[in-house]
């Protein structure tokens, strides 16, 4: 039995790493690109960060906006990014279709040039990193899966290190012996910081990510505050995680009931409401540093967002999570509402406030997209070792898959795979899906020799 079960976790080892391989080098890769997109990206990008207008007059922001949207007049305006010096201010401009650009202003707030936001060092990374540039509900799930996947093939990988003896010296060694034991000792090595990176990854991902978002707020005392107010007016990207999918309040003013603009993709433009230059000073009053992003409502009932993040996933604007803070401001009179910070989150939320960046690699400095940087680097030469094992086991140009097992299954497998389906649900889907094709396989074998 001991020998079935090595054989059986060397045969899904195997078989997995086979399959998810070409996603697990994709998803390592732009895992990669996207460690360094800061970097990248004020370099790339250094005459729209930092650069300046030909125009030297002094506009106030909300000028600079209505040049903006007057230049792109099938956009409107959905929020502002306001960094820290020698950043220029962002905004993001949203059509109909929900395409976004993004126009900077320089220190006069004159316009100093555009993007499309597609197409940025960082949206493309991390497009390709959460759904392979493709997107879609199937393709989310698969990289999550590939994900989940890849926290089987380390633990395996370590059972079968230990269980086969594979790193104890002996006297002569082959060349697959060679091979085996180099991407033994590097996935052991490798195990405990590449199955954080993966966790700390996952409150992004399609199904494991709904769920423990859906945990954080169905039990404030370890997940995030429940504010009671009336429904959210945003769910912007650079509204911190742990308060994306909070309930907003909304503002109180007499015209607030005339007509419904819930269906504008973009910012509110009535006589009745806050210009920025008004709510920055209200801001600022309520000592809120630069940066931060202030995401405009949607409806004449909505408010303005004020939000500082440990994850915006935008060049400049992330903080560290002590200073995370989502904040709601009436758009009549500039009033703070209410106000969510670090603080305020249960245990769950503040984990996850540290895990992503963590995981994005901005957490401490440089430090960290080392450290991050050599664990996806020896995760890949941990593949082409696995790879280069697989080939030398070969023989005569043969398939050469590792040897069957027996029908039976230890107790010991059997809670492994529970407990790895209870942690990662979608793993344990899969794994039903697995079993059940075992199953069917196995029937047309029997059938076929009866």
């Known amino acids: 039995m001991k020998k079935n079960n090595y054989n059986r976790f060397w045969r899904w080892h195997f078989y997995a790493s086979l399959f998810i391989m070409p996603l697990l080098i994709t998803l390592t890769l732009s895992g990669i690109g996207y460690l360094f997109y800061t970097n990248v990206e004020n370099k790339m990008y250094d005459h729209l960060f930092f650069g300046k207008s030909e125009k030297a007059e002094h506009l106030t922001i909300d000028e600079g906006i209505q040049h903006a949207t007057d230049k792109f007049p099938d956009y409107s305006l959905s929020k502002v990014i306001i960094l820290d010096d020698p950043y220029n201010k962002r905004l993001t401009l949203t059509n109909k279709d929900g395409d976004q650009k993004y126009v900077f202003l320089d220190s006069n707030n004159e316009l100093v040039g555009s993007q499309n936001a597609n197409y940025t060092f960082s949206n493309v990374m991390r497009n390709i990193h959460s759904s392979l540039f493709v997107g879609g509900t199937v393709v989310n799930y698969l990289v999550e899966l590939a994900a989940c996947w890849a926290i089987f093939l380390m633990i395996s990988g370590i059972y079968m290190t230990f269980k086969g003896k594979i790193l104890k010296k002996k006297k002569e060694e082959s060349k697959r012996q060679k091979n085996r034991k180099w991407h033994a000792l590097l996935g052991t090595i490798i195990t405990i910081p590449m199955i954080i990176i993966i966790f700390t990854g996952l409150p992004w991902s ?8 859906s945990a954080s707020q169905n039990h404030p005392s370890i997940g995030t505050p429940i504010l009671q107010q009336q429904p959210p007016t945003s769910d912007m990207s650079e509204i911190p995680w742990a308060t994306r999918k909070n309930e907003a309040p909304t503002s109180e003013h007499s015209h607030a009931h005339h007509g419904d603009m819930g269906n504008m993709p973009g910012m509110l433009d009535h006589e009745h409401m806050l210009n920025l230059e008004q709510l920055m000073s209200k801001v600022e009053k309520e000592h809120i540093s630069k940066p931060y992003s202030i995401v405009y409502p949607t409806s004449q009932e909505g408010v303005y967002t004020v939000s500082k993040g440990s994850n915006t996933g935008v060049t400049g604007l992330d903080v560290s999570p002590y200073d995370e803070m989502t904040s709601y401001f009436d758009q009549y009179s500039g009033k703070l509402i209410s106000k969510v910070s670090y ?12 895990g992503i960046p963590l995981h994005e690699g901005h957490l401490f400095g440089w430090p960290n997209k080392l450290i991050n940087l050599t664990v996806c680097l020896a995760f890949l030469f941990v593949i ?15 398939f050469s ?8 299954v230890s107790i ?12 990662m649900p979608l793993f344990g889907i899969s794994l039903i899906v697995v079993a ?15």
């Not at 399609?206 to 978002?213: H, Q, R, S």
């Not at 898959?401 to 039976?408: C, D, E, I, Q, V």
């Not at 069917?440 to 076929?448: E, G, M, P, T």
């Open 206 to 213: 399609a199904f494991m990510g709904n769920f423990i978002y």
């Open 384 to 398: 082409i070792w696995g790879v280069k094992t697989w080939l030398s086991r070969q023989r005569k140009k043969t």
């Open 401 to 408: 898959p590792p040897p069957k097992t027996s029908h039976n």
């Open 412 to 423: 010991g497998f059997i809670i492994l795979m529970v407990l790895l389906g209870i942690v």
């Open 343 to 354: 603080d305020d989150y249960g245990i769950l939320a503040k984990w996850f406030t540290w």
């Open 436 to 450: 059940i094709i075992e199953v069917i396989l196995y029937l047309v074998r029997r059938q076929k020799t009866s």
